[in-house]
């Protein structure tokens, strides 16, 4: 499928629905054939019910394994990816709930464990971005909820899986581009992802002699919710990269297929950079 450079005007507010966006996102691509990479396996995905979080528990559905997606308020989009998980063949559970609460988290990884029996794999993706180009626009408040959405339960849900979690089993991370290459539109959801980075690394450090790897993914810009819902002009959006164009959730869920999967096992604490050729130094 030919992949769109330009994107029409639309009107969404966070968190945007991917069942409003012109156009869809491509989810996975028709010929992506699974091959049991995670066969029997258990995944939680945080923000999973629309753009990557969806494209990954669709992926990792067509691996093999069962679901349980986590979101803020999106019952329609959530309940389309259930319905993309079964057509899949396997079981989607969804939990709904806000991520800054501790309590909520925990009980999240208490419940897929209880509903789909164990935990192997946990995606920590959910994420919120205000765009502002001044730190004097920046309100405290603002500042605060950034992290308490994007950082901290990061932290939650890992210490929570970890009760579950055994050799073999994988965390993995979503940071941005915005970590390597700074941003002056979004310093303080930037600084979030850079924090992401450093934290992905540390745990994978901590968790290494349990063999239990950590890693991340840090994307450019991908045609997903967040970007209507956030952004004022979309027309444009991803063609400041070297391939000239935005990229789709079908092109960042193959890349936390492979680092959940056994092919992955000897690599810890590092990212796939799938950003449409921005070159990273470190
Ligand atoms: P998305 O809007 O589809 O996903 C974000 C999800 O986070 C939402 O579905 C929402 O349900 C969830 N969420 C937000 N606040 C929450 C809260 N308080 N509690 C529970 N869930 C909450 O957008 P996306 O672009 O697929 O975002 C997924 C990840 O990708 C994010 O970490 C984002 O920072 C990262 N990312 C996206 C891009 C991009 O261009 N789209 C680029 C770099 C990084
Ligand atoms: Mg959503």
């Not at 419940?111 to 920590?124: A, D, M, R």
């Amino acid at each position: 499928m030919s992949k769109p450079s330009t994107f029409p005007e639309q009107e969404q507010s966070q968190p945007g629905d991917e069942h409003k966006m012109n156009p869809r996102p491509e989810i996975i691509r028709d010929s992506y054939r699974g091959s049991d990479k995670l066969n029997g396996k258990v995944a939680l995905i945080s923000g999973g019910d629309s753009g990557i979080g969806r494209s990954v528990a669709i992926h990792f559905a067509r691996e093999g394994a069962d679901v349980g997606i986590i979101y803020l308020e999106e019952s329609e989009d959530a309940s389309k990816t259930r319905e993309l998980v079964e057509k899949e063949g396997r079981k989607c559970l969804l939990l709904q709930g806000d991520v800054s609460s501790y309590d909520f988290c925990k009980s999240a990884v208490e419940k897929c464990v209880s509903e789909l029996g164990q935990l192997n794999i946990l995606v920590n993706n959910a994420a919120i971005q205000f765009p502002k180009d001044s730190a004097e626009e920046i309100s405290e408040s603002q500042f605060r909820k950034t992290f308490d959405t994007n950082i901290f339960p990061y932290f939650y849900l890992s210490k929570c899986a970890l009760k579950y979690l055994a050799e073999g089993d994988t965390i993995i991370n979503t940071s941005s581009v915005t970590a390597y290459r700074g941003s002056e539109h979004l310093l303080d959801y930037s600084s979030t992802k850079g924090a992401i980075v450093s934290f992905t690394r540390s745990l994978a450090k901590m968790l290494a002699s349990k063999n239990i790897r950590v890693n991340g993914v840090a994307p450019g810009p991908i045609w997903t919710p967040l970007i209507p819902a956030t952004f004022d002009d979309v027309s444009d959006f991803g063609q400041d990269t070297p391939l000239g164009r935005a990229g789709q959730p079908s092109e960042v869920g193959p890349a936390y297929v492979f680092l959940a999967c056994e092919d992955a096992s000897y690599i810890t604490g590092q990212f796939i950079h799938v950003n449409g050729g921005e070159i990273i130094g470190s």
